[in-house]
Nanobody
Framework: QVQLVESGGGLVQAGGSLTLSCAVS????????MGWYRRAPGKQRELVAS???????NYADSVKGRFTISRDNAKNTVYLQMSSLKPEDTAVYYC?????????WGQGTQVTVSS
């Protein structure tokens, strides 16, 4: 069973940056497209960024131009670089397959952006 372990979250001021990491226990080369999702308080989980095996990326309008998703297939790791963070980016961030989640969710990593 593939396990997903997210890390890198924290408390940051508005305008700051964070880089999240998602370590995948299996080979992401064989998994295919991966994505970062987030669940803000009182809201449903949403897909904010995805990346195909070939490196094509897609972003939600709310993060376009501020977030960058990347993957290292050799390390079985997916990254999310976040910059110009806003209070509305506050959420628990998760990784999974995209555009539909296939594996059990990990614990996620909390990102809190203060104004």
């Amino acid at each position: 069973q593939v396990q997903l372990v997210e890390s890198g979250g924290g408390l940051v001021q508005a305008g700051g940056s964070l880089t999240l990491s998602c370590a995948v226990s299996g080979s992401i080369f064989s998994i295919g497209a991966m994505g970062w999702y987030r669940r803000a308080p009182g809201k449903q989980r949403e897909l904010v960024a995805s990346i195909t095996l070939g490196g094509n990326t897609n972003y939600a309008d709310s993060v376009k131009g501020r977030f960058t998703i990347s993957r290292d297939n050799a390390k079985n790791t997916v990254y999310l670089q976040m910059s110009s963070l806003k209070p509305e980016d506050t959420a628990v961030y998760y990784c999974n397959t995209a555009p539909r989640s296939y594996y059990y969710w990990g614990q996620g990593t909390q990102v809190t952006v203060s104004s």
